[in-house]
């Protein structure tokens, strides 16, 4: 069985600084993807960032940043020079490599304080 | 602009009623999903569909029903056997591609009354 566990369900970070948002995962898969995804108030699910499992270089998208641990199976994202923008629900997927479900965690709430 | 459409936004239903969700894609994507949302509990899949006129249950798929007889809409029907049906209800689709991941229409709010 998949499982994606997000252990910190609420998290806050002053306006322009850095956050790191937790994700572990168990699978006995070798290949798989992972996700991130936001949901801000509007509901609205957006794609955030993906990392491929083989690839060992860590997935970028401007202030977004992964720290891909695949031996210890953690995911976690960095969010730097954080905005007010930035507040919303984060969830943590995984999808393996020829698989149609995602997984999902249960998510993290950002709170950005200005 | 291509994108997913869920409607209605709020849907109200009554105690033994059966309704229904609507959910268009014009991406021209393959495969449509169900998941429902409750605080806490992350999204959990009801039903998925890879190609038109074959869809699979997913964890939670006991009280809901879907068709797929077009491959742009993915509709979900919430029967009177789905005993707690109060939640959010996000539809998504993805390309059959390895990398693909979803895109997910704006969200149906339903609420038993």
């Known amino acids: 069985a998949q499982t994606v566990t997000q252990s910190q369900p609420e998290m806050s970070v002053q306006e322009a600084e850095t956050v790191t948002l937790s994700c572990t995962y168990d699978?006995?898969?070798?290949?798989?993807?992972l996700f991130w995804y936001k949901q801000p108030p509007s509901r609205q699910m957006i794609l955030v960032i993906r990392?491929?499992?083989?690839?060992?270089q860590n997935a970028t998208e401007n202030r977004f940043s992964v720290n891909f641990q695949k031996a210890a199976k953690s995911f976690s994202l960095k969010i730097s020079d954080s905005q007010l923008g930035d507040a919303a629900m984060y969830f943590c997927?995984?999808?393996?490599?020829?698989?149609?479900?995602?997984?999902f965690g249960t998510g993290t709430s950002l709170t950005v304080i200005p | 602009d291509g994108g997913i459409t869920q409607s209605p936004k709020y849907l109200f239903r009554k105690e033994g009623q059966n309704v229904t969700l609507s959910c268009e894609q014009n991406?021209?994507?393959?495969?449509m999903y169900w998941y429902r949302q409750d605080p806490g509990q992350g999204l959990r899949l009801i039903y998925y569909?890879?190609?038109?006129?074959?869809?699979q249950k997913g964890d939670i798929a006991e009280g809901y029903s879907v068709s797929r007889e077009k491959k742009e809409s993915f509709p979900l029907t919430v029967t009177s056997a789905q005993k707690n049906p109060t939640a959010f209800y996000l539809c998504?689709?993805?390309?059959?591609?390895?990398?693909?991941?979803?895109?997910f229409g704006s969200g149906t709010r339903l609420t038993v009354v």
């Open positions: 998504a689709s993805r390309r059959t591609v390895l990398l693909g991941g979803y895109t």
């Open positions: 699978t006995s898969e070798s290949d798989y993807y």
């Open positions: 997927a995984f999808r393996i490599f020829t698989g149609n479900q995602f997984y």
């Open positions: 991406l021209n994507h393959d495969a």
């Open positions: 990392q491929e499992a083989y690839k060992q």
């Open positions: 569909s890879q190609i038109v006129n074959d869809f």
